[in-house]
């Protein structure tokens, strides 16, 4: 009883700090708002400087935040499936190629001008081909796992890492190939929620919260597979049928992230690894921690990005993410290694 209220008093903490990272989003950037037009805006009621406060916090800084919450919740839930489904603590979205799938697909979308003039509010075919491209490569490493007719797990990370290779080799020659496209094609793929709008939230937020539910439902599964294939399936899982479910929802779900913020590293990756060192493997638990960490590091990340350069410069995201993530999975593994000694 002790450690499941140390486990919600976890997930308070955390939830509050997010909520406290959301108001100083809204609060401060390049456009000065004072704090009392602010809480005229989120009460319903007129700022003192006009229309433009409430446009600005309203449709442009709480579009971002949310949409970067929704990115993180997306990569972070994912990069627990994906540990769990593989019983590897290096899998996440870019170790399977998924990531990297997006990134392909939006490239060509670039290239080709499918960028723009689509129904969705004009996001263009981008999202589309994104997805396409995760499932494209998805399909790939589940071919090159099988092993008499059996999905091999400890085969996918490898045919992941060899599809994400040569997908970011012909990333890099349609680079080359079309130089008009190259800034934009290098910017998004740092990754970046820079002029995002409620549009692009619309989109992936469904995505996201329905693999959510879907992870979550799954959760005892997640917990009986990492046990291993052969003791799931004497405990009554259909291993097959479940984990190739759960590895489309998933890709499903970090494609929609990726298509609308680029390539953002390491969140799904490390976010499971902490919110498991806090409170334990169960799945259940470690989702809905890892969304609220996964959120709030996001959006962290988003904040620091946008402020940390004095001339008003934006950094990418992906950036901020990778010095983060970085350091901290090396101590992770340092951690990891000292136990096995």
């Known amino acids: ?9 976890f997930w308070a903490s955390l939830f509050v700090l997010y909520l406290l990272t959301l108001f100083l989003g809204l609060w401060f950037g390049r456009f000065p708002v004072t704090l009392h037009d ?8 007129q700022p003192s400087q006009g229309d433009i406060t409430t446009t600005i916090i309203l449709k442009i800084r709480l579009s971002r935040l949310m949409l970067a919450t929704f990115v993180g919740i997306s990569l972070s839930t994912s990069g627990v499936v994906f540990q769990a489904l593989l019983r590897n603590p290096l899998a996440d979205p870019f ?17 080709f001008g499918l960028g723009v003039g689509w129904s969705l509010g004009g996001l263009g075919l981008l999202p589309v081909v994104c997805m396409a491209g995760a499932l494209l490569a998805l399909f790939v490493v589940i071919r090159l796992s099988r092993t ?16 994400s290779t040569f997908l970011s080799a012909l990333i890099s020659l349609l680079k080359s190939l079309d130089e008009e496209s190259l800034s ?20 992936s937020a469904p995505y996201v919260l329905i693999g959510f539910v879907v992870f979550m439902r799954f959760s005892r599964e997640l917990d009986i597979m990492t046990l291993g294939d052969s003791e799931a399936f004497h405990l ?10 759960l590895l489309v929802v998933a890709c499903l779900s970090t494609a929609a992230a990726v298509a609308v913020s680029g390539v953002i590293g390491f969140i799904g990756l490390v976010v499971p690894h902490l919110v498991r060192m806090l409170q334990g493997p169960n799945h259940r638990r470690l989702l809905v921690g890892s969304a609220i960490l996964g ?3 996001m959006v962290l990340s988003d904040l620091a990005a946008q402020n940390l350069l004095p001339g008003g410069e934006e950094l990418p995201v992906g950036v901020i993410t990778t010095l983060i993530g970085g350091p901290f999975f090396c101590y992770i593994l340092s951690i990891k290694k000292r136990e096995m000694m």
Request: glycine fraction near 14%; charged fraction near 10%; charge should be positive.
């Open 184 to 203: 934009a094609i290098v910017f998004w793929m740092l990754g970046s929620f820079s002029g995002r709008g409620w549009v692009h939230v619309a989109f």
């Open 295 to 297: 959120a709030l590091l």
């Open 1 to 9: 009883m002790a450690q499941v209220k140390r486990i919600y008093i």
């Open 95 to 111: 170790t399977l190629g998924v990531s990297t799938g997006a990134a392909f697909g939006a490239t060509v979308a670039m290239i």
């Open 38 to 45: 602010l809480l005229e805006v989120l009460s319903g009621g």
């Open 148 to 163: 008499d007719g059996m999905l091999m797990p400890a085969q996918m990370i490898l045919a992941g890492i060899v599809v």
């Open 236 to 245: 009554g899982v259909d291993v097959s049928r479940t984990r190739m479910a």
